[in-house]
Nanobody
């Protein structure tokens, strides 16, 4: 089992930036951010593996950057040029051998 602690959500104006962080209680291969907006299904935002390989959703390319510090079991999502449609609850997700865990989520609201 892995415990996750998320931080960094909040309210920001369109065009603004936010940084989300997720700290895991131990090392794990895959770390990712998903989001779920009002009335929408949960969707992948970005994923990073322990080797640094990344995958981004199309909406995230060019605006969001995912990174991780393996020594600190920490993943960060830098979000720039935020848009109202980015408003959602953002969830940390981790997966490894025999383990999958979701964080509780952190609210991101983009509003004038």
């Amino acid at each position: 089992q892995v415990q996750l602690v998320e931080s960094g959500g909040g309210v920001v104006q369109p065009g603004g930036s936010l940084t989300l962080s997720c700290v895991a209680s131990r090392s794990i291969h895959v770390m990712a951010w998903y989001r779920q907006g009002p009335g929408n299904q949960r969707e992948l935002v970005a994923l990073i593996n322990s080797g640094g390989g990344t995958t981004y959703a199309d909406f995230a390319k060019g605006r969001f950057t995912i990174s991780r510090d393996n020594a600190k079991n920490t993943m960060t999502l830098q979000m720039n040029n935020l848009k109202p449609e980015d408003t959602a609850v953002y969830f940390c997700y981790v997966a490894g051998v025999g383990t999958r865990e979701w964080g509780q989520g952190t609210q991101v609201t983009v509003s004038p």
